[in-house]
């Protein structure tokens, strides 16, 4: 199994109404893809409560294999997920590893 770790740093300029409406948008369309993409095991998307953090958004998400990651990340409907925070996303961290 693969873990799939992504935090996203959200831009300092961006009116805090306007992150807080991405943000809510970006994790409703996340959340909804296991329904849509069939090999996602798990994900999971939760929005920093702590302002004095640097990172806004925090994926968590399982798959079976490496190669699952990579077709996700391709995937239309993903790709039109990610796209909801392409104005206001300043910086974005990833890790995935095996367990």
Request: charged share 30%; glycine share 4%; proline share 5%.
């Amino acid at each position: 199994m693969v873990k799939h770790i992504v935090l996203f740093k959200l831009k300092d300029e961006t009116p805090t109404d306007r992150k807080q409406e991405a943000m809510h948008a970006f994790k409703q369309a996340i959340e909804a893809l296991p329904a849509k993409i069939p090999f996602i095991r798990k994900v999971e998307v939760g929005l920093n409560m702590n302002p004095g953090e640097t990172w806004h958004i925090a994926l968590y998400s399982e798959f079976d294999t490496l190669e699952d990651v990579k077709a996700y990340s391709t995937h239309p409907d993903h790709v039109a997920a990610a796209g909801l925070l392409a104005e206001v996303k300043e910086n974005r961290a990833c890790v995935d590893y095996e367990i």
